[in-house]
C-alpha cells in the first residue's frame, strides 16, 4: 500500500542517516587521533628528548645522556653521547633541558631497563674530565642566576637525604692528569639529574645500578675529540660495577 511504502520509505532514509553518521563519527575519529599523533611528535620533538638509537634501552646496555643546546649554546655532552652511542654496551639519549629531561633516566632505572647510567653534562671551569662522586638534592635554580637554596629550602624530593654517593665503583677508575674527582655537580639541572637517578638507583634491588656522573670542559676549551675515546673507556669503567655496600658508604672528598 502507500502508507507501507511510505513507512519503507522513512525508514531507509533513516538508516541511511544511520550509516552516514557512522561514517562522519569513524572521519572525526581518525582524524582526531591524527591530530593527537601529530601534536604528540611535535611536543617530542620540541622537547628535544631525542633517542640516538631507535630501540628501546634494554636491561643489558649503558644508558649514557646528554643535555641538547641550551640559550643557544653548543652543548659537548650532546655531541658526545651521540658520538658514544653503539660503542660497546652503550645506548645514548640526549635529554631536553628541562623536567621531563632530568627525570628520563631515574625512570628507566625504576624499571629496571638499564644495568648502568652515566650522565654527561657541560662545566666551563673543568678542562678535562671532571668525575661527580655525589648528587645534591637540590632543585635546579634559573640558568645563570644565583642559587641560596639548599636541601632544606629548596629540595628535589622534601625529606630526603641531601646527598647520595654514586653507586658506581670508584675503584675502578685511575684518573690520569688533568682529570679530577669533584663532590659538587652544581645547582643546575646536572645535578637535579644525577640525585633523581640515584634515588631511583637506591630504592631498587640490591646490587645497585651504577649510576654516574661526568662533567666536561667546553668545546673552545678541549675539543670532543681530543677525549672521547678516554670518556668511552670512563664509562665502561664506571658501569662495571657497584660499591660492596653503597648504601652505607661514606662520601670522601678526592683530591
Not at 572525526?28 to 591524527?34: L, R
Request: charged fraction near 20%; hydrophobic fraction near 40%; glycine fraction near 8%.
Amino acid at each position: 500500500s502507500s502508507k507501507e511504502q511510505t513507512q519503507r520509505r522513512c525508514m531507509d532514509h533513516v538508516q541511511q542517516q544511520s550509516r552516514d553518521a557512522e561514517q562522519r563519527t569513524a572521519l572525526a575519529y581518525c582524524a582526531g587521533c591524527a591530530a593527537l599523533l601529530i601534536t604528540l611528535v611535535c611536543v617530542a620533538a620540541r622537547a628535544g628528548d631525542v633517542v640516538v638509537d631507535q630501540g628501546p634501552p634494554r636491561p643489558d646496555v649503558i644508558l649514557v645522556t646528554g643535555f641538547r643546546d641550551f640559550n643557544g649554546e653548543e652543548n659537548p655532552s650532546a655531541v658526545a653521547a651521540t658520538r658514544l652511542n653503539g660503542t660497546g654496551s652503550i645506548t645514548s639519549v640526549v635529554l631536553p633541558v628541562d623536567e621531563a629531561g632530568v627525570s628520563y633516566a631515574a625512570g628507566l632505572v625504576s624499571r629496571g631497563a638499564v644495568a648502568a647510567v652515566v650522565h654527561l653534562g657541560l662545566e666551563d671551569a673543568t678542562r678535562d674530565l671532571r668525575v661527580e662522586v655525589a648528587g645534591h638534592n637540590i632543585l635546579a635554580g634559573p640558568r645563570g642566576a644565583p642559587n641560596s637554596g639548599n636541601c632544606t629550602t629548596r629540595p628535589v624530593f622534601a625529606g630526603e637525604p641531601c646527598t647520595l654517593a654514586t653507586t658506581a665503583n670508584l675503584g675502578r677508575l685511575a684518573l690520569r692528569p688533568r682529570e679530577t674527582w669533584s663532590t659538587s655537580a652544581g645547582d643546575f639541572f646536572c645535578n637535579e639529574v644525577y640525585y633523581r637517578t640515584l634515588r631511583a638507583a637506591r630504592r631498587g634491588s640490591v646490587p645497585l645500578v651504577p649510576v654516574a656522573f661526568v662533567h666536561l670542559p667546553s668545546e673552545a676549551t678541549r675539543p670532543v675529540d681530543a677525549y672521547l675515546s678516554r670518556l668511552a673507556d670512563v664509562v665502561h669503567a664506571l658501569a662495571e660495577g657497584v660499591r660492596r655496600d653503597p648504601r652505607r658508604a661514606p662520601l670522601r672528598r678526592r683530591r
